[in-house]
């Protein structure tokens, strides 16, 4: 999801509220519940970002959806995205406020994808190599993608590494491709 600068500078400073007020862990909860539920409803979103709804509308309908399932901060952090009128952002400031979080907190994301589930060990094993190499604590997206074949697909922010063997057949074959001779 492409996120704009004004959605960027709300989680900053999101975040740096939560920290000088020691509430960072619970305002990520907030800040995840929010999110999940905008996620899940097309109504809301829609709603969100509807330029007919008036502000104070806005307002209300977060205030009721949202004050008794989150804390202090994020209902003020609600009121005022409602009367800034920049409640049509509130899913990309949530996404960018977990984004800010992972670079605070030293956590990045890396996809894994493989052809078949990976067991409980080979899961903690792989995050260990990760979390070792990278220096930072590691969240892993895994997937199953059975035309891999067998191996790894790993991508680590611009990083890949493919060592699918579906990958090294390809790489096979362009190799043959290429060093092909034709006869006449």
């Known amino acids: ?12 400073a999101l975040l740096e509220i939560a920290q000088d007020q020691k509430a960072v862990e619970d305002t990520l909860k907030d800040i995840l519940f929010i999110k999940n539920t905008i996620d899940d ?48 952002i509130l899913q990309s400031i949530a996404s960018s406020f977990v984004d800010e ?21 080979q899961v903690n ?10 220096a930072k ?13 067998g191996g790894l697909f790993v991508k680590i922010a611009d990083t890949v590494i493919d060592g699918s063997i579906k990958h090294k057949l390809e790489q096979l074959e362009n190799t043959l491709l290429d060093n092909t001779v034709e006869l006449n």
């Open 137 to 149: 604590k590691v969240n892993l997206d895994l997937k199953e993608q059975a035309d891999l074949k």
């Open 125 to 134: 094993e792989l995050k260990s190599v990760l979390e070792k190499n990278t």
């Open 41 to 88: 409803s097309r109504e809301l979103m829609l709603f969100l970002k509807s330029p007919v709804i008036k502000p104070h509308d806005k307002q209300k309908a977060l205030t009721t959806i949202f004050s008794e399932h989150v804390g202090e901060l994020l209902n003020k952090f609600l009121v005022l995205i409602a009367e800034k009128e920049r409640s049509g």
């Open 1 to 12: 999801m492409l996120v704009s600068k004004a959605a960027r500078r709300y989680a900053i």
């Open 101 to 121: 979080y992972n670079k605070y907190a030293g956590i990045i994301e890396v996809e894994v994808r493989t052809a078949k589930a990976l067991t409980d060990a």
